[in-house]
């Protein structure tokens, strides 16, 4: 049997690669079990997102660069209610980001997804969010999309929270300490040794021992890990109330980095009917990024978010 005309474009496209040693990109795929939602390139997984089977909430457990290095810690012993990539504030003096049986929970009442989408892959969870005696305060419709990897070595989400008022509520009132937003912590081998970096280049305002808060439109941390360096960089949106974010920064004892509303300082009023939109960023880059290297994958984020939508 003679080959046919595709078989040598097929050919003569896979020969032409490895002449110029430009590697022909893998789709992604999701998957789904019981607990899990998973997103990979190829044989590599990018993203772990576990939607149930959780204490207390849902969240990013795992996210990889696409060089394969995974950079969050999940309930590590010294704060058991951190989990890798979470979001989580206080709502009528409900705490959802501690996990104490005096704390809220957000329970999961619809998972959409995961599935593959126009530049990317996307899924999505609507939560209620309760406090002990079963009130729902809070109602939150969350979506993760992951953006089709490109060749500049991140890995790249957009986090979107919709909040509204719980049934019968007129209004809700938003609070919170100063680091509750979108929180994310790192590996332990990347605690004291890593660097912050961000959009305005200022230290920003000392809360208490190391933790700082800093008004800016994005926020970095690079260090070591499995040997490699690597960054992770938060993102916010200029359509968010308060932009930019006040970004909580932490490197002792532990790196924490978190995208806040400064709900401590000013709490902020829901009422019933209206919805507050939230829409973050988050990149895990392979090596060690300059300012000027973070703000190059802030502005293609703002041109990607839309797609997120």
């Known amino acids: 049997m003679k080959p046919t ?6 050919a003569a496209f896979a020969a032409g690669c490895a002449l ?12 789904k079990d019981d607990k899990t939602i998973t997103i990979s390139r190829g044989s590599k997984p990018l993203l ?6 959780v204490p207390f909430k849902p969240y990013v457990s795992q996210m ?50 995961p599935a593959k989408v126009a530049g990317g892959a996307q899924f999505a969870q609507r939560l209620d969010c309760a406090g002990t005696n079963g009130t729902v305060v809070l109602c939150e419709q969350r979506r993760i999309f992951l953006h089709e990897p490109q060749d ?11 909040l509204s008022t719980g049934p019968n509520r007129e209004t809700v009132t938003l609070t919170g300490h100063h680091y509750f937003g979108l929180g994310a912590r790192f590996l332990q081998v990347m605690d004291k040794v890593g660097e912050f970096t961000n959009a305005t280049g200022q230290p920003g305002e000392t809360v208490r021992g190391d933790e700082r808060l800093v008004a800016a439109k994005w926020c970095a941390y690079s260090a070591p890990a ?24 932490m490197g002792k004892p532990f790196a924490y980095l978190s995208a806040t509303l400064n709900l401590w300082k000013e709490p902020m009023e829901l009422k019933c009917g209206a919805e507050l939109d939230l829409c973050y960023g988050v990149a895990v880059c392979d090596g060690k990024l300059s300012a000027a290297d973070i703000e190059k994958l802030y502005q293609r984020w703002l041109a990607l978010r839309s797609a997120s939508k």
Not at 152 to 162: C, F
């Open 226 to 249: 499995d040997g490699k360096p690597v960054t992770i960089a938060m993102f916010d949106d200029p359509k968010n109330p308060r932009h930019p974010a006040r970004m909580f920064t």
């Open 152 to 162: 500049d070595g991140a890995t790249l989400l957009t986090w979107r929270s919709r």
């Open 20 to 31: 110029t040693g430009r590697a022909v990109a893998e789709p992604l795929s999701v998957a």
């Open 64 to 113: 990889w660069t696409p060089g394969g290095v995974q950079v969050l810690r999940d309930s590590p012993h010294d704060h058991k209610h951190h989990h890798s990539l979470m979001f989580a504030i206080e709502a009528d003096g409900v705490d959802f980001w501690s996990e104490t049986p005096k704390n809220g929970k957000e329970i999961s009442r619809e998972l959409d997804g």
């Open 5 to 10: 005309r595709l078989f040598w474009l097929v």
């Open 48 to 53: 772990e997102y576990r939607y149930a089977s």
